[in-house]
């Protein structure tokens, strides 16, 4: 895994990257090396979203993209969608998250509810990973779910960008 500074990312992203360290360091020694790359796999994901979220002048966060979504309703929705999925999958994980709504949302503000839904993913994969690879309410198996996940993130980041 790439050292958190001195890669070109803002200091609100490598703070954001260093919530996870303690996670991953402190648990590298039980964690197959399988498991390991599974999981870093969606912590870059989520780490593109806050890269692409802050390279975004705050002035253009309301414009209308092709589709009709604002900038910052793309972003929300990346977020609400996760928490579909926690909602149905890891309800104890999605308890104390908040969907986005509105218009006109702060970029502070979407990056902490990215970073929090990001957070509880992450928690859902790696349980989903220690109880055989299934996750609720999601078919076929995990590999499939976090397919899903990035693919549909990356659609919408391909929007906004």
């Known amino acids: ?33 399988a498991k390991q790359q599974f999981l870093e796999t969606w912590l870059i994901n989520d780490r593109i979203n806050i890269y ?7 002035c253009l966060m309301v414009t209308k993209l092709a589709k009709g979504k604002a900038v910052d309703s793309q972003f929300a929705h990346i977020h609400n969608v996760r928490l579909m999925w926690l909602k149905a999958s890891g309800p104890d994980l ?8 509105g218009p006109n949302l702060e970029a ?6 990215l970073g929090d839904s990001g957070k509880a993913v992450h928690e ?4 989903s990973w220690d109880g055989g690879g299934k996750v609720k309410n999601f078919k076929p198996h995990l590999t499939a779910f976090l397919a899903y996940l990035i693919a549909h993130e990356s659609n919408h980041r391909a929007q906004i960008e």
């Open 52 to 58: 692409l979220l802050e390279a975004i002048d705050p």
């Open 124 to 127: 859902l994969l790696a349980r």
């Open 94 to 101: 999605y308890d104390s998250l908040t969907k986005l709504e």
């Open 108 to 113: 502070s503000l979407i990056a902490k509810s």
């Open 1 to 33: 895994m790439e050292p958190p500074f001195g890669c070109g990312a803002s200091q609100r992203s490598d703070l954001y990257y260093l919530a996870y360290l303690p996670y991953i360091f402190n648990n590298r020694d039980t964690m197959s090396d």
